[in-house]
């Protein structure tokens, strides 16, 4: 085993932690836009489980800056998950800084990770319910 393979967290799941304020509200968004619902919950927080990952929504008096991407749904054909999106009142962010322009909300995103056998991707982002920004990309071979 190498030093790598015998990291602490070398063997655990990742999951995302999500703020929300009002956590009544942060369930409609995700039930209503995103088509989500919990598959447990405790008090203070809701769990959703996507493609094999989890991902949570605490009750907290903090909020995100929505300034970057706190987590990211990949798909397999974006403008399609962003036509039903919208279709379910999402509202996707138009960004223009160096390096990074969306176009119709979708930037072309010049590489991406070798290991995973794309050369770019297709990116598209919006905010939540609680200002958390999302992002749907997808890998272009």
Known sequence: MNEREEGLAAGARVAARLPARDLGRARRF???RLGLEPVDERPG???YRCGG???ALYRSTGASPGTFTQM???VDDI???MAELRRRGVVFEEV???GLRTTGGVAEVDGNYPTK???AERAAWFHDSEGNLLGVGEPVA
């Open 30 to 32: 995700y039930a209503e």
């Open 45 to 47: 927080g809701l769990l």
């Open 53 to 55: 990952a989890e991902f």
């Open 72 to 74: 990211a749904f990949e």
């Open 79 to 81: 403008e399609r998950v």
């Open 96 to 98: 223009d800084t160096p």
């Open 117 to 119: 056998g794309y050369r």
